[in-house]
């Protein structure tokens, strides 16, 4: 699993001749030097876990979670038991709930997964970072340091350039707004949903109307300028 394979990797570099060349003055103790839980002589270690793993009785300084919830199972049911492992289990196993450390990193895969979660109930102790693989002018979640000032520019061109983010909204539909934008739409839309739609013979008297155009801004590529007129009825 991912939690096993980055415990690894961790390990790995702990050991390596490059991370020995820093003098560290310890090394990984014979007595606890497993590939999920591995201790210094120093006294620090570290344990990888998984949601819905036993956490009980383990008490640490900081808690990461990466990814917690499975983009191939965003049903409702698992959707819950992801946020009762944190709730119920990890999110409060800190050494100390003052200077205790908890973070969580995510592509946003469902309204409710984790970070949505987290946000919904939880949102005043949490300091959320929000990085767009589109730039997005105006966004009031932008990173004040991100230095993109353009208009559908990408986050990282040279690892996901142009072409490959077009493959992936055309592979992903739905999904690649909340995986590439970090904003998961509900099924079928989120606001105006066609099987709500009326047809009516008039437009009532005193209907105020607005319009509102979506431009494109990407040469040769990305959506098309779409514009919408719709109306509050009195």
């Known amino acids: 699993d991912v939690s096993m394979r980055d415990s690894m990797k961790c390990r790995q570099l702990i050991t390596s001749d ?8 310890w090394r990984l103790a014979p007595d606890q030097d497993a590939k999920r839980w591995f201790r210094n002589t120093v006294g620090g270690e570290r344990q990888a876990s998984t949601i819905g793993a036993k956490g009980t009785g383990k008490r640490v300084h900081h808690v990461v979670v990466d990814d917690a919830n499975d983009t ?7 959707l819950k038991a992801v946020w009762d492992s944190w709730r119920l289990t990890f999110q409060n196993r800190l050494k100390s709930m003052v200077i ?4 969580t990193i ?9 970070s949505g979660m987290l ?15 589109e730039f997005e002018p105006g966004d009031p979640e932008a990173h004040p340091n991100d230095p993109r000032t353009m208009h559908g520019e990408l986050f990282f061109a040279l690892r996901t350039p142009a072409s490959a983010v077009e493959s992936e909204r055309r592979l992903l539909q739905s999904g690649y707004s909340g995986q590439h934008q970090q904003r998961p739409v509900a099924d079928g839309g989120d606001i105006l949903k066609p099987d709500q739609w009326v047809l009516v013979d008039a437009i009532p008297a005193g209907t105020v109307f607005v319009r509102g155009w979506d431009l494109a801004a990407s040469d040769g590529r990305g959506d098309w300028t779409v514009g919408a ?3 509050r009825c009195p």
């Open 18 to 25: 490059w991370y020995a060349g820093f003098n560290v003055p």
């Open 72 to 78: 191939k199972d965003v049903s409702d049911l698992k």
């Open 100 to 103: 205790g450390g908890r973070c």
């Open 106 to 114: 995510q592509q946003r895969t469902h309204m409710k997964d984790h």
């Open 119 to 133: 946000t919904q109930e939880d949102g005043e102790a949490w300091r959320r970072v929000v990085i767009r693989q």
């Open 229 to 231: 007129k719709v109306g």
